[in-house]
């Protein structure tokens, strides 16, 4: 992409592919190299979800809410058809045990966790579930230029 005014490179560039299999061929394939510099590519975030906290983020762990009855095996079946799955967290309160409604699940690789959050009809047990970029809170923060937050 080049700068209009300047017609200067503005040290990115996109590229289009025919088939979604082939961006999966193409980051497995990582790292590549432009005229011997080291290139980093990602998934391109939607127009609709330019302006969320997470949206360009580079991480490795999925937030996954509206979770009923399912177990750590069966998140890690599901999941692992976006990338090798590392760990599978559910919480639970403190006092009963009882499952928060939520989970994180960590892959071996950030375009794991951008590939599951393309999809948005994903249902687990015949359930939509919500899927997004696990964000600490100092990131959340520093994405929404926000200082305020709660405790913990």
Known sequence: MKDPQTKRSRGFGFVAFSQSYMVDDAQKKRPHKIDGRTVDTKRAVPRDEIGRPDAGAVVKKLFVGGIKDINEEELRDV??????????SIPVERETQKKRGFAFVEFVDSDSVDKACLRKDLTINDKRVDIK?????NEMARRSGGGGGGGG
């Open 133 to 137: 970029k696990a964000l600490d809170k």
């Open 79 to 88: 999941f692992s058809q976006f990338g090798e799955v590392v760990n599978v």
